[in-house]
């Protein structure tokens, strides 16, 4: 109970301090949000007149507690560039990054955790030196680029998919399977080359142990030794990688997003910057903030529950 | 009566990048039904070496170059992986020296024990965990049913050890090997150990091969002792007689060097010099340099094996009969 009263107060803590610094690292940006909404050529009284509507004209100390208290009551202000609530805009963009996340996750997991094992298995073995330099292209080629060959592959060489169009899950829920799985399989690739070299290392390390001798010299077989003695030893610091890719996929990639023309996080972020559009963007990584927070929160809670050592501890 | 064990003759050498070295040499002994014996020797013998070759599991960059093992008569030199699973954890079972890294953290240590059962027995998951309860009070681990759900790092070293020793007992071994049981537990615990070992012996039907480098550790559970050096048997005897009447001048030394109610407040007895490594050694005897009766012999070669009564055995120069000449 203390461990989540701690966790609780430290996520609070975090939050108060990345909006703070979102807030004024965004005061701290050239180019006048009033100025850029109405163009260039727009006079000095046109701006003055748009800043008070915004509330721009306040002392940043006052606009931070506006919006901060604004945040408490589930009011993110107004988009200056959408005219609509924060809210709204995000609704909109986060069923979309959100999908393709869980989605590249999961294909991480499925993909990623067997290959991993089945490249321990064979170590030393000559399909494990290919595997590996598999692995390694997975990791150094950029997503953007399994992006072009995949949509390459599958619309002009095979023609299965004729169009990119973005298809929501309430439409038509294959064709939005079809327009999510090329994006989440393009940002999978190099996540599943990483979670197979992690594996397979912490495999190899894990059997290096002495309680691995001591499980052949109960007479277990090397399988039943990887599986029921190994496994759940190497898995435990494979969660703080899936942890940390979760959390990056969840806040949507910009160029993934391009290469596939969806209406996710990552597209709607540089455009906001580019912008000025504040009370989007500081929502936003308010946002990616949050998501960081409750991914490592959730990564501790799988460690307890995998490891008595520090189930114990808690 | 036929051992139960034979090593004949063994030579296990490791393929390191400097070239091909003999770590054991020549390692010959037999171990009796119901019969315990011990290998004593400083560190880097080659007494775990001796029991991983028996045990089947010598490292990767380790082999038999030469020689015999055989366990109930059958040879173990090219058993089946499968056979080798038949036999590990069954009738031939081993516990080691760490008690704090040999068992795995993640699991519960009645799942821990109850696996080998599961593996070698058909018992039901009830008739496991009532055995597994039962072999838990034998070895002196108190309120077996709280352990049972307990994990590893909650258990103190000499708990830990207990919970090895009773994986090890479990399936009733004909062969039990511990390799430094005692080693990383402190005194009290140690010799807490060392009863429950006699006590092992005198209830069950097994051998035991115990491993130390403590000859006092050794006199207080063993029947039969082999002395090793730098991967050579040089003196094997009974117990008592090879206390009383040590003919090897490294068994001598050993034995200065256990610590004794008599000898107290004097500085302990250690032997000058240590073991030469894998890759210095050369012909002759390995003990030739710190040996303080030194032949010109024991330079260019390594003694014959001289016997007394009562297969009492001793590999140096000092017994060569006259007219042996070599
Ligand atoms: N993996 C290895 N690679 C190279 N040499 C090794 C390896 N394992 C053991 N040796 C060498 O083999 C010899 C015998 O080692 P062994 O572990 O059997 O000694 P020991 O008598 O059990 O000593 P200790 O009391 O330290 O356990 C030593 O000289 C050691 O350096
Ligand atoms: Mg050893």
Redesign the interface.
């Known amino acids: 109970m203390r461990y989540y009263l701690y966790k609780f107060s430290m996520f609070g803590i975090t939050l108060v301090m990345v909006s703070l610094i979102i807030f004024f690292v965004f005061q701290l940006l050239p180019g006048n949000p009033a100025q850029i909404i109405l163009g260039l050529d727009a006079d000095e009284q046109q701006v003055r007149h748009l800043e008070q509507e915004l509330g721009l004209d306040k002392p940043a100390i006052e606009r931070y507690i506006d919006w901060i208290a604004g945040v408490f009551q589930g009011d993110l202000g107004e988009s200056l560039r959408y005219q609509l609530p924060v809210s709204e805009v995000l609704a909109d963009r986060i069923p979309v990054t959100t999908s393709i996340a869980i989605l590249a996750t999961v294909l991480t997991v499925v993909i990623g955790i067997p290959l991993g094992i089945l490249i321990a298995r064979t170590d030393g073995k000559i399909i494990s030196v290919f595997l590996s330099m598999i692995t390694q292209l997975g990791i150094s080629i950029p997503s953007f680029w399994f992006g072009f060959m995949l949509i390459l592959l599958f619309s002009v060489t095979l023609n299965w998919v004729t169009s990119f169009e973005y298809v929501s899950w309430s439409d038509d829920f294959f064709g939005a399977l079809r327009s999510h799985f090329l994006p989440s399989l393009s940002i999978a690739i190099s996540n599943i080359a990483i979670v197979i070299r992690y594996l397979r290392n912490t495999i190899l390390d894990q059997r290096k142990m002495d309680y691995v001798r001591t499980a052949t010299c109960k007479g277990l077989s090397e399988r039943a030794v990887l599986y029921g003695h190994v496994l759940k030893n190497a898995l435990i610091p494979v969660i703080t990688i899936m942890g940390l890719i979760t959390a990056d996929t969840l806040g949507g990639s910009i160029i993934i997003e391009n290469v596939f023309a969806l209406p996710g996080l990552g597209s709607l972020l540089i455009q906001s910057i580019t912008s000025r559009d504040f009370p989007l963007v500081q929502s936003m990584v308010l946002y990616i903030a949050v998501i960081v927070l409750v991914i490592n929160f959730t990564v501790d809670l799988l460690y307890k529950l995998i490891d008595p050592r520090i189930r114990q501890k808690g | 009566m036929a051992p139960l064990l034979s090593v004949q003759a063994l030579d296990v050498a490791f393929q390191l990048p400097e070239g091909e070295f003999l770590a054991l040499e020549n390692i010959s002994f037999h171990i009796y039904p119901n019969e315990v014996v011990g290998i004593v020797g400083e560190s880097g013998c080659g007494k775990s070496l001796t029991s991983q070759a028996i045990?089947g599991?010598l490292p990767g960059v380790a082999s038999i170059k030469h020689g015999n093992i055989s366990f109930q008569g059958c040879s173990l030199n090219d058993l089946s992986?499968r056979e080798?699973?038949?036999?590990?954890?069954?009738e031939l079972?081993?516990i080691?020296q760490?008690p704090m890294?040999?068992?795995?953290?993640?699991?519960t240590i009645g799942r821990q024990i109850a696996?080998?059962l599961k593996?070698?027995t058909s018992l039901s998951k009830i008739e496991r965990k009532q055995q597994v309860i039962k072999t838990m009070n034998e070895v002196g681990l108190p309120r077996a049913e709280a352990l049972w759900k307990a994990?590893p790092?909650?258990l103190s070293g000499g708990m830990r050890q207990r919970v090895?020793i009773a994986?090890a007992l479990i399936s009733r071994p004909k062969l039990m090997i511990a390799d430094e049981p005692t080693t990383a537990l402190d005194v009290t615990i140690q010799s807490q150990i060392l009863d429950l070992f006699q006590t092992i012996k005198q209830n069950h039907s097994t051998s035991l091969l115990f491993i130390s480098h403590d000859l006092g550790v050794i006199q207080a559970v063993c029947d039969q002792v082999i002395v090793m050096y730098a991967g050579r048997i040089v003196e094997q005897g009974k117990v008592e007689k090879l206390i009383s009447e040590p003919k090897h001048p490294y068994t001598q030394s050993l034995i200065q060097s256990i610590p004794d109610a008599t000898k107290r407040g004097q500085r302990l007895y250690t032997i000058p010099g240590t073991v030469p490594h894998l890759q210095e050694r050369q012909v002759g005897c390995p003990f030739s340099n710190r040996c303080t009766y030194k032949l010109k012999q024991c330079e260019t070669s390594f003694p014959d094996t001289y016997e007394f009564d009562d297969g009492h055995t001793v590999a140096c120069h000092l017994f060569a009969k006259e007219g042996d000449g070599n």
């Open positions: 045990m599991i992986s080798w699973q038949e036999l590990r954890g069954n079972t081993m080691f760490e890294t040999s068992l795995n953290p993640v699991l696996e080998v593996k070698h994990y790092h909650q090895s994986m």
